[in-house]
T-cell receptor, first 109, second 115 residues
Framework: KNEVEQSPQNLTAQEGEFITINCSYS?????LHWLQQHPGGGIVSLFM???GKKKHGRLIATINIQEKHSSLHITASHPRDSAVYIC???????????FGSGTQLTVLP | DAGVIQSPRHEVTEMGQEVTLRCKPI?????LFWYRQTMMRGLELLIY????????DSGMPEDRFSAKMPNASFSTLKIQPSEPRDSAVYFC?????????????FGPGTRLTVL
C-alpha cells in the first residue's frame, strides 16, 4: 500500500501569511486529491492533480510526479482557511487508496 | 442544487442491530463514493459506483457491510450486524465524471455510534 506523509501535522499562522502544506507518497499514482475538512466536519474537494499545477483563487496546488511530492499553497491566508487539509493518493483500486493523516491549519487574526 | 444529501445525520444504535445509511447524489452525477472516517484510521474509501454499478468494493471492511445503488438518485450503505468498532462518520460523495480521479462533492456525513 502507498505510504503518504503530510507535513507539518500542525501549523499556526498569522493572517496574511503564505502557507505551504506538503504531501509525499511512496509509489506511483494515477491521481492526487487535496481535501479541506472544516471544523464542523464537512469535506470539500479542493483539487485533483495528475500533473503540473492548478490554481483556484488564493489556493495553488502543485505536483512533481518524479519526486512523488505535492504541495498546497495558500496565499494571503485568512482565519476562514483554518481547517484540516488532507491529501489522498490513488493508484487505482479503493483498497489501494491512501489518505494522509492531515494538516491542522490555524490562521490567527 | 442542494448538494449531496445524507440521512440520517446522526444514528445511535446498539450492537447487533442493522443500520442503513442513505445518500442522494447531485443530480446528473455519474459516480458515487462511500467513505468512512475514524480517529484511528482517518479517511477510507469503502466503495464506489459508476452509473449505478459497483466498480470497486475492495475497501469494504467485511461481509457485514453492503452497499447498493438501485437508481441514479439513491444509494444505501448497510451494516448488519453492527459492532462498536463501526462507530465512525460515513461520508457519501458524488462526481460528474467516472472514476476516483475527478472532483468530488461530499455530503455532510452521518455520524454513527454503535453502543
Amino acid at each position: 500500500k502507498n505510504e503518504v506523509e503530510q507535513s507539518p501535522q500542525n501549523l499556526t499562522a498569522q493572517e496574511g501569511e503564505f502557507i505551504t502544506i506538503n504531501c509525499s507518497y511512496s509509489v506511483g499514482i494515477s491521481a492526487l486529491h487535496w481535501l479541506q475538512q472544516h471544523p464542523g466536519g464537512g469535506i470539500v474537494s479542493l483539487f485533483m492533480l495528475s500533473s503540473g499545477k492548478k490554481k483556484h483563487g488564493r489556493l495553488i496546488a502543485t505536483i512533481n510526479i518524479q519526486e512523488k511530492h505535492s504541495s498546497l499553497h495558500i496565499t494571503a491566508s485568512h482565519p476562514r482557511d483554518s481547517a484540516v487539509y488532507i491529501c489522498a493518493v490513488g493508484p487505482g483500486s479503493a483498497r489501494q487508496l491512501t489518505f494522509g493523516s492531515g494538516t491542522q491549519l490555524t490562521v490567527l487574526p | 442544487d442542494a448538494g449531496v444529501i445524507q440521512s440520517p445525520r446522526h444514528e445511535v444504535t446498539e450492537m447487533g442491530q442493522e443500520v442503513t445509511l442513505r445518500c442522494k447524489p447531485i443530480s446528473g452525477h455519474n459516480s458515487l463514493f462511500w467513505y468512512r472516517q475514524t480517529m484511528m484510521r482517518g479517511l477510507e474509501l469503502l466503495i464506489y459506483f459508476n452509473n449505478n454499478v459497483p466498480i470497486d468494493d475492495s475497501g469494504m471492511p467485511e461481509d457485514r457491510f453492503s452497499a447498493k445503488m438501485p437508481n441514479a438518485s439513491f444509494s444505501t450503505l448497510k451494516i448488519q450486524p453492527s459492532e462498536p468498532r463501526d462507530s465512525a462518520v460515513y461520508f457519501c460523495a458524488s462526481s460528474p465524471l467516472a472514476g476516483w480521479g475527478n472532483e468530488q462533492f461530499f455530503g455532510p456525513g452521518t455520524r454513527l455510534t454503535v453502543l
